[in-house]
């Protein structure tokens, strides 16, 4: 009996990493993303509104119908070569 509960709370705390892990996911990826995007903005000194653009880009990023558009736009900024590239990425 003991072995069983002992089992059962091993799979809830991994079950809570597992969600724990999955919604930072977003959050990370928006943090780079727009850290990327405001060091390029100040670089070429781009007016430019950076005060919701992480909190935006993880709810965006939250919606399944709307990942694959943040998918595209996380490569574009990975991948581009300049800033002014980076500030191009839609």
Known sequence: MLDRTVRWLFLA????????SCRSHPVSR???????ENECAEQLKVERDRSECVEICTSIDRDPALQAWVD????CVDEAVSCDAVLHCD
């Open 72 to 75: 595209t736009h996380a490569r």
């Open 30 to 36: 928006c943090r780079r993303i727009c850290a990327r």
């Open 13 to 20: 705390i991994a079950a809570l990493a597992v969600v724990a």
